[in-house]
């Protein structure tokens, strides 16, 4: 029972990065039908420069997170300026081939600013983890969760109670009709590559310090993130979040009770299985492609 | 109005033109090896001959039927694990192992193919990707028969009777003699009427279906084809290296492939050769560049998707028509 519980609240946490990086996911595909590739480094790149900014150069807490979330967004901004919006013909696997040339471009720049080595931050409180029927609850862990709902949050009003983001959700409907009444489609597309990039920011600053931080981690965590999108359903901010956290419970499991080398496996057979049985995820988005 | 050709006279005309271009070929490759005696250049020829067997076989998938595979590196680490377990676990002959690598990749193919090749577009993207990461860590992990992250040491090298494919320019004629078969098969099979029902899936499956293609068992069968190509690809390559490692087959060598064809141009045999050979030399060159190579690699990559997004081969031949028209107003 005790193990169980330990083996959810390690799962919980995980999940709640997972669920994030998925939001990112969505957030984009929703309004550019574009998968990020690149997304996992995006995540990578938030980790480090809050290595930098609060573990080395001693910043308040605060300010380092704004400042991560702006640098991390602006190199999401040049990447959709430079890299997504000069093709000519945005063909679908063109664009992954983009997005896998833009990962290893992102690898190479962190692995020229922060070497090969691992980085580790303290946690963002020095509290003692907190005892649950046994079981130790890190408060590094209530940081991941808060900050992850609250983002969901957070986004769920923008889309659904601004202007702006209403704005957003047109264009994801129909980009020409959008434009036609008077939306800057090209801006709210800028705008979700900020968003889906800065939700990465976002995952890459809480998952910081319950990890080794170097320039190749984000290969893994963005694939997994992409496997807790498809789970939930992707497109679906809620089905994200939905996604992330049975992924990350399922691991957990999967570790505790089976084998620790089956980790990495467990996302992607998930993967499979949500695509033979229920293509278009546990919330159904929309328009799924299979006949 | 232009007359219409007749179309007896194309077809008739398309095979002797094809053989012109074998024998050109095999001329080329004879001559390449008799006077290269460098011997890191005939490895670099070797591994764009073994590349070039891996892009021609996504090709047939991704170029001609139209379906994208984000895990064709799997069955490339099929072929080469297999070979690697026979010989060395076994001691059975590699020529021996050679068809039972190829069949286990058409079996595997096969179980995957039947509910994967239902998905379209991105789902059957991510459905092959999700199949690879699976099988990249069951090499990775499967301690005991694949020698687990460490790799697989000690696969024989060739031999043939009194032929040891140990010298390097052995090698390089064997590669190559693969490739150009390897060719030879698809070509024939592009055009036939196999590759026209190819071409229509990929057009409009609902269409190819509307005439009467069974898109779904021709699915099936191309993919189980390119699985078979790509499990010769990576026995070359286990007897070739000696020693293999999961890394060689993990997700980003399957977005090399799939680079490989783009380049090189979609649903183009030859253009399949050039993307091969453009992706190894390049790694190659940019050595010199040590610290700062998986940037440039990056670039480059990226620059050439933005610049021709339609392959090196029609992106030139466009870029030729273009100017052409130019002079000619």
Not at chain 1, 101 to 106: K, P, T
Not at chain 1, 160 to 181: E, F, H, P, V
Not at chain 2, 281 to 301: K, T
Request: glycine fraction near 10%; hydrophobic fraction near 55%; include cysteine.
């Amino acid at each position: 029972m005790q193990e169980i519980l330990q083996y959810i609240f390690s799962g919980i946490t995980n999940g709640a990065i997972y669920a994030i990086i998925a939001v990112g996911f969505s957030l984009l595909y929703n309004s550019t039908e574009i998968i990020n590739f690149a997304h996992g480094e995006f995540v990578m790149i938030g980790a480090l420069s809050l290595v930098t900014l609060w573990g080395s150069f001693h910043l308040p807490l605060p300010l380092a997170f704004v400042l991560t979330i702006v640098v991390v967004s602006g190199t999401g901004l040049l990447f959709e300026r430079f890299a997504i919006r000069t093709v000519k013909k945005p063909d679908h696997i063109v664009l992954v081939i983009i997005t896998v040339g833009a990962s290893i471009f992102l690898r190479g720049i962190a692995m020229l600013i922060w070497g090969k080595d691992a980085y580790s931050i303290p946690p963002f409180s020095s509290n003692p983890p907190i005892d649950i029927a046994g079981a130790r609850l890190l408060i590094q862990s209530i940081w991941i969760i808060v900050i992850s709902l609250l983002s969901v949050v957070a986004l769920y009003f923008f889309y659904n109670k601004t202007l702006t983001g209403k704005a957003i959700r047109a264009c994801a409907i129909n980009k020409k009709a959008a434009w036609l009444t008077g939306i800057p489609s090209g801006k709210m597309v800028m705008l979700s590559f900020v968003l889906s990039i800065g939700m990465g920011a976002v995952a890459g600053l809480i998952i910081a310090p319950i990890t080794m931080c170097s320039y190749d981690m984000g290969t893994m965590l963005g694939l997994k993130g992409f496997c807790a999108a498809m789970l939930g359903g992707l497109g679906s901010l809620w089905g994200a979040l939905i996604g992330g956290f049975i992924l990350g419970i399922l691991e957990a499991m999967g570790v505790g009770f089976v084998s620790s080398s089956l980790k990495d496996a467990i996302a992607f057979v998930l993967l499979l299985l949500i695509l033979f049985i229920r293509p278009g995820g546990i919330i159904q988005s929309k328009d799924v492609q299979r006949f | 109005m232009k007359p219409i050709k007749p179309i007896k006279k194309t077809v008739a005309g398309r095979f002797p033109r094809d053989k012109i271009y074998y024998i050109f070929f095999s001329l080329a490759v004879i001559l390449t090896g008799l006077f290269v005696s460098n011997s890191y250049y005939l490895q670099v020829l070797t591994f764009i001959g073994i590349n070039s067997i891996l892009a021609l076989s996504l090709n047939m998938l991704m170029g001609y039927a139209g379906q994208v595979s984000l895990g064709h590196a799997a069955f490339y680490g099929i072929g080469a694990y297999t070979t690697a377990i026979l010989t060395v676990h076994y001691n059975l002959s590699p020529w021996l192992a050679l068809p039972c690598a190829i069949f286990i990749a058409i079996f595997v193919a096969f179980l995957v193919g039947i509910p994967t090749l239902k998905l379209t577009g991105f789902y059957l993207g991510m459905g092959t990707l999700g199949f690879g990461m699976i099988v990249n860590i069951i090499f990775r992990e499967w301690t005991d028969l694949t020698g687990g992250a460490s790799g697989f040491v000690g696969i024989p090298s060739l031999e043939l009777g009194p032929v040891s494919f140990y010298s390097m320019r052995n090698y390089f004629y064997l590669v190559w003699a693969a490739l150009l078969l390897s060719i030879i098969v698809c070509k024939r099979l592009v055009n036939s009427r196999i590759g026209r029902a190819l071409r229509s899936i990929h057009d409009s499956a609902h269409a190819a279906e509307a005439v009467g293609i069974n898109t779904r068992n021709l699915k099936i069968q191309v993919f189980v084809l390119s699985a078979a190509f790509a499990a010769l690809a990576g026995f070359l390559y286990a007897h070739l290296v000696s020693f293999i490692s999961p890394g060689s087959f993990d997700f980003m060598m399957s977005v090399r492939i799939v680079t490989m064809v783009v380049i090189g141009g979609m649903a183009s045999i030859w253009g399949s050769l050039l993307g091969a050979s453009l992706l190894t030399l390049l790694p190659e060159w940019l050595h010199a560049f040590s610290d700062f190579e998986m940037v440039v690699y990056g670039l480059i990559l990226m620059l050439i998707m933005i610049v021709l997004p339609q392959g090196l081969t029609k992106g030139l031949i466009d870029i030729y028509e273009r100017s052409k028209k130019k002079d000619n107003s």
